[in-house]
């Protein structure tokens, strides 16, 4: 469980941050615009690159726990038979898909706008994959939900990550920052719709929420999802206002913005774990 936890961690970092760096260049205008999506393409290029890595080590330890033998002992064959027979390996080789494609933009498309929606287009496609072969795969409403939730939660930290290694200066903070705030509004919105309907789906009772593994990591997740809206609307009524107002700086904007990630990285592994755990 450690394993799989790790590298789901790791793509579901990687991944996210990818699908940020494919938005992130649509919260500017103009010539703006086409700067911020210049400076984007190193590290969307890397940020994939790693997603596809974790991609293929997740598929590796999702043979080796189907076949019930360890992982330095999982061979090429079982790793073949566990991707094509099983509905959790097709939807990890559409995960591996959509990494090499997003990385294959990166690398070799024209960084244009176009470019940029396709990229997150088929991120967004990869990291929805995995609900095919998750916990809540057998729920129709379930599944639908946790792909509202997986998406929402990737575009609002994907895109803060983004902004972190992308923007640079006060004035680009003072144009992207209200629109990022926008964004991640919808998203929080979408996240708790789909996060309680996907709850909802999964545990029968409130004493699961105490008795159950499962139930512990979940209510772990929502006291970090608390913590993270709690800082977003202290950041909403604060530093946006200043940033708006050309009042900070840039490392200041970037300060905040890691602490508000610090505290979306330990959430995402939460998730990581009650994916496996599920």
Known sequence: ??????????????GVTTLGLAVVPMLDTGRYREELNLRAGGPLALAAGAWLFAELCRVVVGAAAAAAVPLARVGLTTTAEFATVTSAGRSGLLSVAAAGLVLAIALGAPRTPPAAVAAAGITAVGLVARTIGGHMSASAPGAIAIAIHVLAAATWCGTLAALVLTVHHRGQWA???????????????????????????????????????????LLIKIALTVVLMALAWRNRARWLPAAKAHRVTAYVSRSRSATELAIMAVTLTMAAALSVTG
């Open 1 to 14: 469980m450690i394993a799989a936890t790790a590298v789901r961690a790791l793509a579901d970092c990687a």
């Open 175 to 217: 144009r992207v920052l209200p629109r990022f705030s926008e964004l991640s509004l919808w998203c929080v919105i979408a996240l708790l719709t789909g996060g309680v309907i996907g709850a909802v789906v999964v545990v029968d009772s409130v004493s699961q929420l105490f008795a159950t593994g499962y139930g512990r990591i």
